[in-house]
């Protein structure tokens, strides 16, 4: 049997109490899609986070170590390599930048996500305790795998069809008024079902 390390195991917890959450929402989520068991387990794993560790995790840690993360691919990897490919800014092409800007979220995102939810986990249960008892079960290394697996398809197909809608926006000259306008009324409304989902998690 394959064992994870203490950074590995600490992964499926809290990805089991953020999967519990959203099956909490709707049983469908596209690229997440877990047998009977491998949802129990996930269960199981959730209930051995603190509730005060996971909103800590999901709502602060998470996305502040993300955002320093994107931060430093932006800053290390996207301007040096435009600064080369050319040196003078105004003779940036479309295409070449938003494959440098693909190229460098598909990074940030299969690398800084994993990342900023294990050192938030761990931050998360050391500032409150880690009260919960985890034993490793056999198929908890293929569930760790199959999490990874999902997460670098799902970004590997956002950043695929990034590329040719910015393509697409940049040739029709599209205005990002009313995109911007949609994506409020998503927020607002994602803020809404979290909330009940919180309620009904509660209330269970």
Not at 102 to 128: H, N
Not at 153 to 160: A, D, E, I, P, T
Request: hydrophobic share 55%; net charge positive.
């Amino acid at each position: 049997m394959a064992e994870l390390t203490e950074t590995q195991a600490r992964l499926p917890r809290f990805w089991g109490a953020n999967m519990t959450f959203a099956f909490a929402t709707s049983d469908w989520w596209p690229g997440f899609s877990y047998t009977s068991d491998e949802r129990a387990r996930l269960k199981a794993l959730a209930e051995t986070v603190p509730p005060s560790a996971m909103r800590i995790w999901m709502y602060a840690l998470v996305p502040a170590i993300f955002i320093l993360i994107a931060a430093a691919a932006v800053a290390g990897l996207m301007v040096p390599v435009l600064t080369f490919l050319y040196p003078n800014p105004a003779d940036i092409k479309p295409l070449p930048f938003v494959l440098v800007l693909a190229s460098v979220a598909a990074i940030s995102l299969g690398l800084g996500i994993p990342i900023a939810m294990a050192l938030g986990g761990r931050l998360a249960l050391w500032w409150v305790g880690d009260t919960g008892r985890l034993v490793e079960e056999p198929g908890d290394a293929a569930l760790h795998a199959k999490f990874r697996r999902q997460l670098w398809r799902v970004l590997l197909v956002m950043c695929g069809l990034f590329v040719p809608g910015c393509w697409l926006w940049i040739t029709y000259d599209l205005h990002a008024g009313p995109f911007i306008t949609v994506m409020k009324w998503v927020t607002v409304l994602w803020i809404g079902v979290s909330g009940v989902a919180t309620w009904r998690l509660r209330r269970a």
